[in-house]
């Protein structure tokens, strides 16, 4: 069987689909690396291959029984060495070394979402950042220069006399009979 080649992004992947299996089950390591021929030390991929192979070969031995109805002959046939070796495989090997590549794969999911969110923070801050440039550098030089012009405005119309005001009609009405 030719092994695909490794993407070496995570050597804890490679080495549990590529190299050895068997530090990723529950088993006893002399157990696992000895179980059939050797398949746990072959790595999760070839197990996976060596377990579809037999399975394959099992269901045609299943094809292959005569359908009668006595059930101790059809017990006999199928609980067989190569039933055993595939319910451990399936229950020691594929189930543990799946779970171990969804928790590497969890992993690594958090952590590029932690990254995503941690650039997205920073662009947020960023952006908060010019914000808050902009106000001092542009609007809030704005705001002082208009506020001090309607001060000044208001002063010089200070300095107008009441009796010009109440006398002409305009700024009577601008300046007395209009509620600020």
Not at 24 to 38: D, I, L, N, V, W
Not at 43 to 58: F, H, K, P, T, V
Not at 95 to 117: P, T, V
Request: hydrophobic share 45%; with cysteine; charged share 25%.
């Amino acid at each position: 069987m030719k092994t695909p080649a490794s993407i070496n992004k995570n050597k804890e992947r490679d080495a549990l689909f590529f190299h050895d299996l068997c530090p990723f089950t529950t088993m006893e390591y002399e157990y696992c690396s000895t179980f059939g021929q050797k398949v746990g030390t072959q790595g999760l991929y070839l197990a996976c291959q060596e377990y579809l192979a037999r399975i394959d070969g099992y269901r045609l031995h299943l094809d292959s029984l005569p359908t009668d109805r006595n059930v101790s002959a059809v017990n006999a046939t199928l609980y067989t060495e190569e039933f055993d070796f595939l319910r451990i495989m399936e229950d020691r090997f594929m189930h543990d070394g799946f779970e171990a590549a969804y928790e590497m794969d969890f992993e690594e999911e958090i952590g590029i979402l932690d990254s995503k969110q941690s650039f997205n923070m920073a662009m947020m801050l960023v952006f908060v950042a010019i914000l808050i440039l902009i106000y001092f550098i542009f609007y809030h030089p704005l705001i002082d220069n208009m506020d001090r012009q309607m001060k000044r405005t208001r002063g010089m119309l200070l300095l107008i006399p009441v009796e010009v005001l109440e006398e002409v009609p305009s700024l009577r009405k601008a300046f007395i009979e209009t509620k600020f």
